[in-house]
């Protein structure tokens, strides 16, 4: 009995995982859903890691968080 | 099978409910405003006899860049024959649509659809999608993304069902 309802509670929460449509994703490309607030300061931070911490070229292609396709 | 498994079984098809519009299906009868507008309704059935091309288009979808030109451009050249575009946009701000506009205008009409009820009725699965429906109401193309292929293949489909009498 206890373990149906952990069941039924676990598979309620997955319910407010809601999914993004793609004709959504209006929502995902406003700025405030960036990954970094500010797209030349995190640029900045990446460079000085990466030259500090003889890195360079470790972090990925940058930006995220855009929306588009 | 056990009760959790049966309820997580279940979750699955409970969340999927709608199957896309693919070619050869009715086009979902459904009706928007025009974009900044809340009266009155433009039916999509109301343009049966003419060949419709429903576009799903926003100001963040990159390839819209290329897809509302070309789409203009062929609205302009095939008009007169019975060809009109339904541009529906999917910007969540009506300034963002605006904004694109005067960038990039357009002259075929324009529906909003804030509530998604449209692109839930076509459940659309990519930015742009494109709907080529034929003189009877029946979706014959589906277009997902937009590259120049797909505006020369389109040239053609329009072409071809301009040719068909109803």
């Known amino acids: 009995m206890t373990r149906a309802l952990a069941a039924i509670s676990i598979v309620a929460l997955l319910g407010a995982c809601a999914p993004v449509a793609p004709y959504q994703r209006g929502y995902l490309a406003r700025p405030d859903m960036a990954l970094e607030a500010s797209a030349g300061t995190a640029k900045a931070l990446e460079k000085t890691y990466g030259s500090k911490e003889a890195a360079s070229g470790s972090a990925t292609v940058g930006g995220g968080g855009c929306g588009c396709n | 099978m056990r009760l959790p498994t049966a309820i997580l079984a279940a979750s699955v098809f409970i969340s999927h409910p709608v199957l896309a519009v693919e070619a050869g299906q009715a086009a979902p009868s459904i009706a928007a405003p025009r974009l900044g507008e809340a009266q009155p309704l433009v039916a999509i059935a109301d343009l049966r006899g003419q060949v419709v091309y429903v576009d799903f288009w926003a100001s963040w979808c990159v390839p819209c860049r290329i897809s509302m030109p070309a789409l203009d451009a062929l ?34 009409p324009l529906l909003g659809d804030s509530a998604d009820r449209v692109a839930r009725a076509f459940e659309v699965k990519a930015m742009p999608s494109g709907y080529l429906i034929d003189r009877g109401g029946t979706v014959r193309q589906v277009h997902r993304g937009f590259t120049a292929q797909t505006a020369a293949s389109l040239e053609e489909e329009v072409e071809r069902l301009l040719k068909e009498s109803r």
Do not use: C, I, M, W
């Open chain 2, 75 to 108: 609205y302009r050249k095939h008009r007169d024959r019975g060809f009109v575009v339904v541009g529906v946009n999917k910007d969540v701000e009506a300034a963002d649509a605006q904004r694109f506009l005067t960038r990039v205008p357009v002259s075929f």
